[in-house]
């Protein structure tokens, strides 16, 4: 785990921003930068840029700024000097390498995880800034290949992974065929008008990670829920185009997620582990289209999980035996204020539970979320030397096993387990309930 | 006293006040959603928790600075408030009067302001990430703040040049007052307001500590 390896590491690029930068000409780059910054704002980032008066406070909250020996470029306000700052000092006036560089700021550099905003005295939201740099690269063209695709697959499919409406259908049918050979009468209910509630996913789960929506149908079956998920366009809850700036598009997801709601005619919306997910359905999508809070009430798993239990719709047979630690994610920690909720769930469930320190809304980012992992291979190795301190933070628990009830931190935290050989193993919430649950397992001779 | 000290006086107290409104007129005009999510509550909480010194966890990481910089805000606005010979002016204009402090212990705190100031400055030196984000303007202000607070200091010890002394105390009092609204010092009047924002969204929707 030593630091040194930064120095050897060079910024990288790709060919979606390389192509996006050749294409560019001065007048376009000043016209879409003043137009941004100027038309698309108001007083809010206009107080935001002049409040700060470079205390430096806001350093000690960023990850990639405490991984990188305190190197002074990875602070959150030097992040908004090296992009905005500059922007608005010239006019927009900019160079491409400028460019190249406010990308991979706002693009690699940061995981809007919000926690600086928590260490700003004034509660600048340094995050929001670096989306507004995000906003620019998207208007100008020039945002990362791999994050540009899954936007793309958001425009035509509204799904992230290019999901076709019957291999969604074909992935749910398949799971509840499998999971009726073990449970009784389980059912995952496609389209079902007027239930209770409408359970949503994010496109990898039906992509590649299909054992989870057999977990939850598990859980609804064992809990007897009424429930179903949506069998057109409108059940992936994930929302990449919220994090490329792309918010046109963002509005379409968020439009299309919510109008799938309302013709199911469901009281609640009940999300996987997911927290970009529910930041996107709880907070930023409901803005976009002029709703102050979301038209219907988002529950995420971990609220979902903690009321079955304590309803005792679920009962715990045995208890999960192995060293855990729990890793709050930032969008339902800061987010959402569920860290408390998480906790009781692992007490529950399990015996054995050491926390990670700093922990709850202060838990380290896991590197990966707002958008970074989405980013892709091109960017992995700086990934896993810009989060050195979760390893570190990780190591110190010594335990087995990391809960993480967020598919980003999972992903983010699998490659730094695996980068600092750390073995650990990742579960979701979900995993731990399944384990020790009492389940209605079908016995054909009762 | 002469027209300037009013003049500036003005200039600050009505440059922040229409600071202010355009703000909350600009707010209203494009972003006026913003104001949904704002509570009374939630923003006092905020704010009240970070006027709790030492009570949020960034302030506790770097507790020499955020030290000497609690107690410089609360002197910048003690000192010149409570001194003497500020009370013998007013009081000479307008015949109002309130107690001042002792005359020895605000000499001594005086020195406190100076050296809090020589301290940022020695910061903005020597700690990389501040220095990273460092400008030239960080250091004008600095002087525009430490100037008359080093002339009162001369201009009571009456050491040299006690009228040229006096002058230079007046004019850099006034040039730091009208300068006030159009600078970053105007952060006295809009941190409260992004702090109640931001304190709005975590206490209000996002149902998480900000501090």
């Not at chain 2, 959603?33 to 949020?56: D, E, K, N, Q």
Request: aromatic share 10%; net charge positive.
């Amino acid at each position: 785990m030593s630091g040194n390896e930064t120095i050897s590491i060079e910024k990288s690029t790709d060919d979606a921003v390389e192509n996006g930068l050749s294409r560019l000409t001065p007048q376009r780059v000043s016209h879409v930068i003043n137009q941004v910054l100027h038309q698309e704002t108001g007083a809010r980032f206009k107080a935001y840029v002049d409040t700060c008066m470079r205390c430096g406070l806001c350093s000690d909250a960023c990850s990639y700024f405490l991984s990188n020996d305190r190197d002074p470029s990875f602070s959150p306000a030097a992040k908004v000097k090296q992009t905005i700052w500059e922007m608005l000092a010239k006019k927009g006036k900019v160079s491409k390498d400028f460019l190249r560089r406010a990308v991979h700021i706002a693009h690699l550099e940061c995981n809007v995880c919000r926690r600086c905003s928590m260490y700003c005295p004034f509660g600048i939201d340094i995050a929001y800034m670096m989306l507004l740099v995000r906003r620019i690269c998207h208007k100008l063209e020039i945002t990362p290949q791999y994050i540009q695709d899954t936007v793309n697959s958001h425009s035509v499919t509204m799904n992230q992974m290019w999901v076709k409406e019957d291999e969604w259908i074909d992935t749910l049918q398949w799971q509840e065929e499998d999971g009726r050979e073990e449970f009784e009468d389980l059912r995952i209910p496609l389209d079902k008008q007027g239930v209770d509630i409408m359970y949503s996913v994010i496109a990898p789960e039906p992509k590649f990670q299909a054992g989870l929506i057999y977990q939850a149908a598990v859980i609804m079956h064992a809990a007897g829920m009424n429930w179903t998920m949506p069998a057109s366009p409108g059940w992936d809850n994930s929302n990449m185009a919220m994090f490329t700036g792309d918010n046109e598009i963002s509005g379409r997801i968020a439009r299309t997620f919510f109008e799938s709601a309302a013709r199911l005619n469901v009281k609640r919306i009940v999300m996987g582990e997911c927290g970009h997910a529910f930041r996107s359905t709880y907070d930023v999508g409901n803005r976009a289209l002029s709703w102050a809070m979301p038209p219907f009430e988002v529950v995420h798993a971990i609220e979902f999980y903690h009321e079955l239990l304590t309803a005792g719709r679920i009962s715990i047979k045995k208890k999960f035996t192995k060293r855990v630690t729990l890793h709050d994610p930032c969008n339902v920690s800061r987010g959402r204020g569920l860290h408390n909720m998480a906790r009781k769930i692992v007490n529950m469930t399990c015996s054995n539970f050491t926390e990670m320190t700093p922990n709850k809304e202060h838990n380290l980012c896991c590197g990966a979320g707002g958008g970074v992992v989405n980013c892709g291979p091109p960017y992995k190795k700086e990934r896993m030397v810009n989060n050195r301190v979760k390893a570190e933070q990780l190591a110190a628990t010594g335990a087995e096993v990391l809960i993480a009830p967020c598919h980003n931190c999972h992903s983010g935290l699998e490659d730094i387990i695996h980068h600092y050989k750390l073995n650990m193993e990742v579960k979701f919430l979900g995993d731990i309930l399944f384990e020790t649950m009492e389940k209605k397992i079908y016995r054909p001779e009762e | 006293m002469g027209p300037m000290v009013w003049i500036s006086a003005l200039i600050c107290i009505f440059g922040l006040l229409v600071k202010f409104i355009l703000i909350i007129k600009e707010v209203y005009e494009k972003e006026r959603y913003l104001l949904s999510y704002i509570t009374v509550r939630h923003s006092l909480r905020s704010i009240i928790a970070w006027l709790i010194p030492f009570y949020p966890r960034s302030t506790r990481m770097r507790p020499v600075y955020y030290g000497i910089s609690y107690l410089f805000h609360v002197l910048l606005f003690l000192l010149p408030v409570f001194l003497m010979s500020h009370i013998v002016l007013i009081n000479e204009s307008f015949n109002l009067s309130w107690p001042a402090m002792n005359d020895t212990a605000a000499d001594i705190l005086t020195i406190g302001v100076i050296f809090a100031l020589v301290f940022f400055v020695l910061r903005r030196r020597f700690i990389p990430d501040v220095r990273f984000l460092t400008s030239f303007m960080d250091y004008i202000l600095i002087l525009m703040v430490l100037l008359p607070f080093v002339t009162g200091f001369l201009a009571y010890h009456q050491v040299i040049l006690y009228k040229w002394i006096v002058i230079a105390h007046v004019l850099s009092g006034e040039v730091l007052l009208i300068v006030i609204p159009f600078s970053r010092f105007s952060h006295m009047i809009t941190a409260p307001l992004t702090r109640a924002y931001t304190g709005s969204e975590f206490g209000n929707i996002r149902h998480a500590r900000d501090w």
